[in-house]
């Protein structure tokens, strides 16, 4: 029988590539020029100008720094970052409208037309800078060296020619150091060299709430909220034949390196409505303590199966 390992980031740390979000915050640091003390407090909002062209223009080192202070402040560890994409949907404007200074009208009140016309213009900065993480998350990931790669002879040895491999890594790690044929692998989120998709995963409209703190700049935030959404179901749409094959003859789940975010549940969901009721989910025991947990999600994502765990 089949059987079909899901592949996540931890798999490529085990095999020394630097490809957490830690590294991509230094690499963001040292590529750009960024202080990383500085960033401890919020860098200014770079200026977009109007190019010659038309085209819109800023200094990309500017927008780095103001990147990395932006992010660094919804990270649950601050300056150290290990939750990024799940940042990108709680990112905090306060501080960058706090620069705005009042304006206020003939008889010493609050201007709220002005305002709400300084606020727009903001936030249409805020449209256009902070979408680029994309930009600099591809420039970053095509920058990792798989070729240098070896194979960990355990695992090697564990995988069959048969075997299928959802992977949520962007690197040809599987290809490259097990010769895995790509035919039998699925990126799910993109690869090295083409698109990928990188986002938060949340779905709210915060347009009311947006308009009652930044009124002006509504349209543009929530519009930002968008252009930071990872479209998990048009990644799914683009591989769904591979999930299909899931539901032929796989009879055992094994997942390695993968921390089962919530952004990422949408698949184990589609795993587990095919799978047959007598398959069973074997999961890495390096995180020993972490294992019931991750179970918990997994049942509550359909699956009826048994648990197993396994060693490499």
């Not at 590294?23 to 200014?44: G, I, Q, S, T």
């Not at 959404?229 to 539901?247: L, M, N, P």
Request: aromatic share 14%.
């Amino acid at each position: 029988m089949k059987h079909l390992f899901v592949i996540g980031n931890g798999f490529d740390r085990a095999h020394g590539l630097c490809t957490s979000y830690e590294d991509f915050r230094e690499f963001l640091c040292e590529e750009y020029n960024v202080d990383k003390e500085a960033c401890e407090v919020m860098p200014d909002l770079p200026e977009v100008m109007t190019g010659p062209k038309g085209d819109l223009i800023f200094d990309i080192e500017e927008a780095a720094a103001f990147l990395v202070g932006l992010i660094s402040a919804a990270e649950p560890e601050g300056a150290r970052w290990s939750d990024l994409e799940a940042s990108l949907g709680r990112l905090d404007y306060a501080e960058v409208f706090d620069f705005l200074p009042e304006i206020l009208d003939e008889d010493g009140d609050l201007d709220d037309w002005k305002t709400a016309y300084n606020n727009e213009d903001l936030g249409l900065a805020l449209q256009i800078i902070v979408p680029d993480i994309k930009k600099f998350f591809s420039k970053w990931i095509d920058r990792i060296q798989v070729d240098k790669v070896k194979p960990k002879r355990d695992f090697k040895g564990f995988i069959d020619e048969e075997d299928l491999f959802l992977t949520f890594n962007y690197t040809e790690t599987l290809e490259r150091a097990y010769g895995v044929d790509p035919g039998r692998i699925c990126h799910i989120h993109g690869k090295q060299g083409q698109e990928i998709f990188f986002g938060h995963g949340r779905n709210e409209d915060y347009t009311d709430e947006y308009m009652g703190q930044y009124i002006g700049a509504e349209d543009a935030l929530s519009a930002l909220d968008s252009l930071l959404r990872k479209d998990t179901r048009r990644a799914f749409k683009a591989h769904q034949g591979f999930f299909q094959r899931v539901g032929n003859g796989i009879d055992a789940v094994y997942s390695i390196g993968f921390s089962f975010g919530d952004m990422d549940l949408f698949y184990v969901k589609e795993i587990c409505r095919r799978l047959p009721d007598q398959a069973v989910w074997y999961l890495y025991d390096y995180d020993k303590d972490k294992l019931p947990g991750y179970q918990q999600k997994i049942r509550e994502c359909g699956f009826k199966g048994e648990f197993g765990s396994f060693h490499i």
